[in-house]
């Protein structure tokens, strides 16, 4: 139980283009979906918290008309990178939070696999 | 032994040897811990949980011990495998936040 899976797993694009990033909560449903981006050997930094039904909420740094964020429904959400340029290169991760805890502290978040951008 | 490269602390062992990873944590305030274990190219993947209300939780060959007094988490893996070889991350939760912080990491090599 507590699958997440984002699509796609890697993607390349051209400078300037968007990209669109799906996270789904497969078997659990999730109001609260997390953004993460990640560097090499290093730790995850949190971008944004998506909460269904009203706007994310974006942590200090991050252009929030660079990084769209819709959570369309409880049990997806979008991380569309606008304009994308080679420094947007990087591992992007989600986590959702369920909804019901079946037993985990509510605090408790689930990873999708993570997706690679490389834009050239 | 354990080193400390550029970015991430690295933890090495012999398969078979008990590891143990630390972490220190700065908020008072926090309440709930979790460690996540993150293999090259995926997502991080939950092992065990504690809540500040504990000082040490069981799982399948991990072991969870919370500090509060000194603000330390550890994890403790059993008769490490080389699958166990990863990243390591402790993550804390601060009452009335929904927000994770995540720790550095640490690498952990298990040779055969």
């Known amino acids: 139980g507590a699958v997440v899976s984002q699509h796609p797993s890697r993607v390349i694009c051209k400078s300037g283009t968007s990209v669109k990033i799906e996270c789904r909560s497969l078997?659990?449903?999730?109001?609260?979906m997390f953004w993460y981006r990640q560097f090499p050997k290093q730790s995850l930094m949190l971008m944004a918290t998506?909460?269904?039904?009203?706007?994310?909420?974006?942590e200090q740094g991050v252009e929030k008309d660079k990084f769209l964020i819709n959570h369309a429904s409880l049990t997806l959400s979008t991380l569309t990178v606008t304009s994308a340029h080679p420094e947007d290169s990087s591992f992007y991760i989600c986590?959702?939070?369920?909804?019901?805890?079946?037993?985990?502290?509510?605090?408790?978040?689930?990873f999708g696999p993570g997706t690679r951008l490389l834009v050239l | 032994g354990e080193s400390v490269g550029l970015h991430l602390p690295t933890l090495s062992v012999q398969e078979g040897d008990n590891s143990i990873i630390n972490c220190a944590y700065s908020?008072?305030?926090?309440?709930?811990f979790i460690w996540y274990k993150q293999e090259s190219g995926k997502g991080p993947q939950f092992i065990i949980d504690?809540?500040?209300?504990?000082d040490k939780r069981q799982g399948q060959r991990v072991t969870v011990l919370l500090n509060k007094t000194v603000k330390h988490l550890s994890l403790q893996i059993a008769a490490t495998q080389p699958g166990d070889s990863a990243v390591y991350f402790c993550a804390e939760n601060i009452a009335g936040y929904s927000t994770l912080t995540f720790g550095k990491g640490t690498m952990l090599l298990v040779s055969p």
């Open positions: 986590s959702a939070r369920p909804d019901r805890h079946r037993g985990k502290y509510q605090e408790t978040q689930y």
């Open positions: 078997d659990f449903q999730a109001t609260t």
């Open positions: 908020n008072s305030a926090s309440d709930y």
């Open positions: 998506s909460n269904e039904g009203s706007k994310a909420t974006y």
């Open positions: 504690i809540r500040s209300n504990m």
